[in-house]
């Protein structure tokens, strides 16, 4: 299913590309390489990307109905969900297994098919343990590795003048263009303080997602 999504988005933004003028479309087609989950062509040679990715996604849903068809031939799996009729007996459910662990199940409210990170759920518990530990302790060193970027902003790039106390010869720069470098101070540290509050989530996102 994450390959066929894959695959839908690059064939819509090929053929959003391709046909973007349909008057005067443009002389040659699309090329690209093929998938690296595709083990059924060379990876090295280049193909028309429209074609190849209609027919990708073809093979896909073959996959996909295949899969489906044999859903019950499979060993059990450690989580299932369950649908109801409405969204106010799922509440009902919930409410009343709450805190209760009916022949060692847990049962909770499931989060959103979009949201469910699907290769964590048959992750194990020594697995998820591991990757916990090993979590934390990065976590601390981000923390603790984030004063640095910090302190270098705090001291130097709000205030540029700091730096001709390491480099003498910069205050020569800093006085013939003074206000060149004034723009600079004032937009500078929030800039790169921005940048970093922006990176920071991402990375702590995908350390969680990690660890299970």
Not at 68 to 75: A, E, H, Y
Request: glycine share 4%; proline share 6%.
């Amino acid at each position: 299913m994450e390959e066929h999504e894959r695959a839908t988005k690059k064939l819509e933004k090929a053929l959003s590309k391709y046909l973007k003028n349909p008057e005067r479309l443009p002389p040659t087609r699309p090329t690209c390489k093929p998938d690296k989950h595709d083990k059924s062509m060379d990876k090295n040679t280049r193909v028309d990307t429209i074609e190849y990715y209609k027919h990708r996604i073809e093979a896909l849903e073959r996959q996909v109905a295949i899969s489906r068809g044999g859903v019950d031939k499979r060993n059990a799996t450690s989580y299932g969900f369950v649908s109801y009729p409405s969204m106010a007996r799922a509440h009902i459910t919930a409410k009343a297994v709450r805190g209760k662990h009916p022949k060692g199940t847990s049962i909770q409210l499931a989060t959103k098919p979009e949201d469910i990170i699907w290769a964590n759920l048959t992750k194990s518990k020594a697995t998820r343990r591991w990757n916990g530990f090993v979590g934390n302790v990065l976590f601390f060193l981000l923390s603790v590795l984030f004063v640095i970027p910090n302190a270098l902003i705090a001291v130097f790039l709000s205030n540029l003048n700091n730096i001709t106390l390491i480099w003498p010869s910069f205050s020569y720069y800093l006085i013939r263009d003074a206000e060149f470098y004034a723009v600079v101070q004032g937009f500078l540290a929030p800039t790169v303080t921005s940048i970093i509050y922006l990176l920071l989530p991402v990375a702590m996102r995908r350390l969680c997602a990690w660890q299970g």
